[in-house]
């Protein structure tokens, strides 16, 4: 893999509204490389959303952001950067991609003319040339018809249709980093296939980087090269997706795998869930976070704060924060 | 779309008709008022209870309401409005002397509003809660709070008696007009301005700004792009409610300012029980109001994209 | 309804009281002409200064806050009764009358209520109405002017009320109607017009201001804040304090209802916590992380 070109560590974020304080981003980072494709995997409120969209300041106003780490694009140093610099960055070196897109696209816009907008600001076309730019990306993004959808305005076009007019947006400045947060969560399920194999396709023929976001173990293991589960706000496992998904080592990541029905198998219990509750991130909590709902939890794991540990030996690293299953297991760190 | 369009104006003429009737009911229901009026006009202390009978009777003011409303109906679609008790000339000449007046303070009034508006609004916003940001929100607040004689009396104080700058009463060129649409204007200034600004703050915290800023976009752009189209319709709507409230404006200020308009005509006529004069000048408003609402809701169904071209697939 | 700050309210609290206990707090009779000290400045004797006929500004400025505050409980209580009773019923009946109920309302709003106001004046100067008082017919004229934006308001609470699915548990159990609407439906009623109707004071107490500015509304010698600025215009140049003082005193009256109004309505809108709320809980959470710290340790 090549040096990465979107790279965070050390994260720390604290979200501050009027009635709470939130520790979203708990001393987490990734990376990712270009032609690569990045999965940051957790349930809702885990942080994953914050931690990759919050060093580009895309976090919705009306929320205070204290925010700490190290946070690089192509080597550059994002968090030290001008708001100037920071939005050219935004429009023309990251593309993403939001989960509604029926409330993430502006009703009273047309959706033409923001395409042409975008190529004519970021990859320097005329103004003719930009329109017949977003024409063809739109025709690229599967959208039929696209000569009569460019002056549609959002409400005309279905949730699918939009989820391809997002795309065909976020495209549009020809960006090295596309980040995808949950693309198709508000989709019908036959809809969500063709747009993840739509972000493969894309990914293939332009070579970019990807970060697909998303609690569905589904699209990571039909996408994804790399990914990293996140819990409350911390780093629990990372890899290749061949290593998390068929060798997961932290409780966390094998409850998640196993809580995922499989309609092949022909055992009464399909699925089995975690117990207990979503962990309240409005406190700070000494240890390891999933500790009260782990079966096993030892008394190290409420005072020590696991570090993440290289495990197996491979072209990726996958690392775990459980000492715990480690040990218990006999597995070789290579650290 | 059509069929809106044209449901909306039956309905306002409905209401114009309605309201109009309302207003001849009240003012008109004692005929002995306005024949005594005109006795009293006509032979000073000397009219007696059977010459105001003989007036009322030729005047056709003791026939069935609905008739003598169908008849001042009639004259009324032809132009006459009758003739001013007070100042007995016919009430057409008499709008037509003051109308312009009047709607020149109004618009002047309202265009002074719309640009303030927008302006305090959309630099609040762009402050975001910073010290310009409260001092406007401050401004507003006070704006919509004056009564506003005591604005023009303020005005006239420091900048007439103390200043000297502009003359004290009477139009006498440009600057003449600058302390009534300044008056006229401020209170729907900063009642506008607080929409302008609430809403903008609300519509930033909206997914879709995220996006323009996704999009590459600066604050300011975000702002006055992606936001400001999006408060269109609730500006549309209040500002159509202010402007009709003008009319209070211009009732006062042209008082304060002895200017010839309608409003002033309309207090003089209540003060001196020209009912004649009463009823054709509230007739004028309410026709004035009905419309501005009904263009009003008529834009905003235009400037919604939603309504404008409804869902295909 | 979040911590309240007190200071919004002050004015209008002020208001209340100095309007309660006026008669005890004047220094003068605010009627009191005294031909010896016409239009001084504030002086020991007289806090304020005097008027034109030589009253006492600052006791016509306290007599003023009485009537105001008289004129403007009288409107709003009646204008909310009849608004309230007549729009719950056109809610809760429906039907033909509620049809009919809702045109009237919409006429009685088609136009601005002050203007029906000025208009409900120039009808009470007919000769079969001389039996009221000009105050009284002000406060009459207020009232029908005021009530159709209560009613509306009612009848839109009803109707969203009568739709909740415990309306129809209730009915099932066997609840006249009366006890429906009494325990269940008044209180929501009651609950948004009343917060509609504090901040709508402020707006009340200047129309009140205004009618009597354009001499249609309380008449002197009776203290009012209006009738006290038209009749200082005519002193502008010699001493402006007749007109600015009771301006003022309008101006902090109604700033006072509006913040009230205001703090009512933004509690939807999302706002950005900042300064020192800011500072504060990041210190807190620092302290927060230096605990953890330590027990990680």
Redesign the interface.
């Known amino acids: 893999m090549s040096a990465p070109i979107y790279e965070v560590e050390g994260l720390v974020i604290d979200l501050y509204t009027p009635t709470v304080s939130v520790r979203a981003v708990d001393g987490s980072g990734f990376h990712v490389s270009p032609g690569e494709t990045l999965a940051i995997v957790g349930e809702s409120g885990s942080g994953k959303t914050v931690m990759t969209l919050g060093p580009l300041g895309l976090l919705p106003e009306g929320v205070a952001v204290d925010l700490r780490g190290t946070a690089r694009a192509d080597g550059k140093d994002i968090l030290s950067m001008s708001p100037g610099d920071l939005s050219r960055l935004r429009g023309g070196f990251f593309g993403v991609i939001f989960q509604d897109p029926m409330s993430a696209l502006n009703p009273m816009l047309k959706i033409g003319p923001q395409l042409a907008e975008q190529a004519r600001r970021y990859a320097g076309l005329s103004a003719e040339a930009s329109r017949k730019e977003a024409v063809s990306l739109l025709a690229r993004s599967g959208i039929p018809d696209p000569e009569d959808r460019y002056d549609r305005y959002p409400h005309e076009l279905s949730g699918g249709m939009l989820q391809r007019a997002m795309i065909a947006l976020a495209l549009a400045a020809r960006p090295r980093v596309l980040i995808a947060d949950e693309p198709t969560t508000a989709l019908d399920a036959t809809v969500q296939a063709q747009i993840l194999a739509l972000i493969r396709q894309i990914q293939k023929e332009d070579g970019i980087a990807v970060i697909l976001i998303t609690h569905d173990i589904g699209a990571v293991s039909v996408l994804a090269d790399r990914v990293a589960v996140l819990y409350a706000g911390q780093v629990a496992e990372e890899g290749s997706a061949i290593d998390v998904l068929t060798a997961p080592v932290h409780p966390y990541t094998r409850g998640l795998l196993a809580s995922v029905p499989d309609f092949r198998s022909d055992s009464a219990s399909g699925t089995k869930e975690i117990p207990g509750i979503p962990p309240n991130q409005a406190q700070l909590v000494a240890g390891c976070r999933f500790a009260d709902r782990c079966d096993q939890v030892e008394p190290q794991c409420h005072t020590r704060r696991p570090a993440l540990q290289t495990v197996g030996v491979g072209p990726v690293p996958h690392r775990v924060a459980c000492p715990v299953v480690i040990a218990a297991e006999g597995i070789v760190t290579h650290d | 779309m059509q069929r809106m369009f044209m449901r909306r104006t039956g309905l306002a003429l409905l209401l114009m008709l309605a309201a109009t009737a309302l207003t001849f009911w009240l003012v008109t229901a004692a005929p002995g008022n306005v024949a005594a009026l005109i006795a009293e006009r006509a032979a000073g202390a000397g009219a007696d209870g059977e010459m105001i009978a003989r007036i009322a009777n030729d005047l056709g003011l003791n026939d069935p309401l609905p008739v003598r409303y169908a008849r001042w109906l009639g004259n009324a679609l032809t132009g006459d409005f009758g003739i001013s008790l007070r100042t007995g000339k016919p009430m057409a000449d008499e709008f037509a002397e003051r109308i312009p007046m009047t709607l020149a303070l109004l618009a002047g009034g309202g265009v002074l509003a719309l640009i303030l508006s927008l302006a305090m609004g959309i630099a609040g916003a762009a402050s975001n809660g910073g010290p310009l940001d409260r001092a406007l929100h401050g401004l507003a607040l006070v704006g919509a709070s004056t009564p506003n004689f005591f604005v023009a009396a303020l005005l006239v104080i420091v900048f007439s008696v103390w200043l000297g700058w502009v003359p004290t009463f009477g139009t006498a060129g440009l600057t003449s007009w600058l302390l009534p649409w300044i008056t006229i204007a401020l209170f729907p200034a900063s009642v506008l301005a607080r929409v302008v600004r609430v809403n903008l703050q609300d519509t930033m915290s909206r997914p879709f700004a995220t996006t323009g800023f996704a999009k590459g976009l600066t604050r300011q752009a975000v702002l006055l792009r992606e936001a400001l189209p999006n408060i269109a319709i609730p500006f549309m709507t209040t500002f159509g409610a202010q402007f009709t409230l003008m009319i209070i404006g211009a009732i006062v200020v042209e008082r304060v300012f002895g200017l010839n308009g309608v409003g002033a005509f309309f207090i003089e006529a209540i003060r001196f029980r020209d009912f004649i004069g009463m009823q054709a000048t509230l007739t004028l408003f309410v026709v004035f109001f009905v419309s501005i609402n009904l263009i009003v809701d008529l834009l905003a169904m235009l400037a919604d994209p939603r309504l404008r071209r409804p869902r295909k697939a | 309804m979040k911590k309240w700050p007190w200071a919004i309210l002050a004015p209008a609290i002020l208001f209340v009281l100095i309007g309660i206990f006026s008669p005890w707090l004047m220094t003068h009779d605010p009627a009191a002409q005294d031909y010896s000290a016409l239009l001084t400045g504030p002086s020991g004797a007289h806090w304020l200064g005097t008027d034109y006929l030589g009253r006492d500004m600052f006791s016509r400025i306290i007599g003023g806050a009485r009537t105001s505050l008289v004129a403007m409980v009288f409107v709003l209580v009646a204008a909310l009764a009849i608004g309230v009773v007549i729009g719950s019923f056109a809610g809760y009946v429906g039907g033909k009358t509620e049809l009919v109920l809702i045109?009237v309302i919409?006429?009685a709003l088609?136009?601005?209520s002050?203007?029906i106001a000025?208009?409900?004046?120039?009808?009470f100067?007919?000769?079969?109405f001389d039996w009221m008082s000009d105050y009284w017919k002000m406060i009459v004229a207020l009232t029908m002017a005021w009530w159709a934006n209560y009613a509306r308001m009612s009848r839109a609470v009803v109707v969203a009320e009568l739709q909740q699915p415990y309306i129809e548990a209730a009915r099932v159990m066997g609840a006249s109607h009366i006890w429906i609407f009494s325990k269940h439906i008044l209180p929501h009623v009651l609950g948004l017009v009343v917060v509609y109707a504090s901040a709508d004071a402020?707006a009340l107490v200047?129309a009140i201001?205004?009618l009597s500015?354009?001499?249609?509304g309380v008449a002197p010698p009776t203290p009012e804040w209006?009738q006290m600025?038209?009749d200082g215009?005519s002193y502008?140049?010699e001493n402006?304090a007749l007109?600015?003082i009771p301006?003022l005193a309008?101006?902090a009256v109604?700033?006072s209802?509006?913040?009230l109004g205001?703090a009512f309505a933004?509690q939807k809108?999302?706002?950005?916590?900042?300064g020192r709320?800011?500072s504060r809980?990041?210190a807190?959470?620092s302290a927060?992380?230096v605990?953890?710290k330590a027990?990680?340790a």
Request: cysteine-free; overall charge neutral; hydrophobic content about 60%.
């Open positions: 045109s919409d006429i088609a136009l601005p002050l203007v000025l208009a409900l004046m120039g009808v100067s007919g000769a079969n402020g200047l201001a205004t500015f354009l001499g249609l209006g600025l038209v215009m502008i140049e402006a007109v600015i301006g309008l101006t109604v700033v209802f509006n913040l205001e933004l809108v999302p706002r950005a916590v900042r709320l800011l809980k990041k807190a959470r927060e992380d605990a953890r027990v990680e």
